[in-house]
């Protein structure tokens, strides 16, 4: 089991940037493959962007392709930089790991993930 806090968490205005970071302890970070999710009010949690183990594949929800980044170090941070923020980015944000084999796997679906932070709110203003 590995341990994510989440911060970075703001108010922002529209069309500005924040980052998130997540850092995790408790295991070993290089053997987890890294995702970022969001739930807004009375919505499900939604997959936002995912990173494999070896930091060499991404993947993005189309929602936030080409304004979002997702990057990790090697020692326990995943971040997430997001840029041209929208209203409806509006949500608190998680920090998942999945403990995998696959250096280059990544997972986009909740269901795939072991641990997951707190999360940190977002919130957009028009």
């Known amino acids: 089991q590995v341990q994510l806090v989440e911060s970075g968490g703001r108010l922002a205005q529209a069309g500005g940037s924040l980052r998130l970071s997540c850092t995790a302890s408790g295991r070993i970070f290089t053997m987890y493959a890294m995702g970022w999710f969001r739930q807004a009010p009375g919505l499900e949690r939604e997959f936002v962007a995912a990173i494999s183990r070896s930091g060499t594949r991404t993947y993005y929800a189309d929602s936030v392709q080409g304004r979002f980044t997702i990057s990790r170090d090697t020692q326990s941070t995943v971040n997430l930089q997001m840029n041209s923020l929208k209203p409806e980015d509006t949500a608190v944000y998680y920090c998942?790991?999945?403990?995998?084999?696959?250096?280059?796997?990544?997972?986009?679906?909740?269901?795939?993930?072991?641990?997951w932070g707190q999360g940190t709110q977002v919130t957009v203003s028009s």
């Open positions: 998942g790991a999945r403990l995998t084999y696959g250096a280059t796997t990544y997972f986009t679906n909740t269901a795939d993930y072991n641990d």
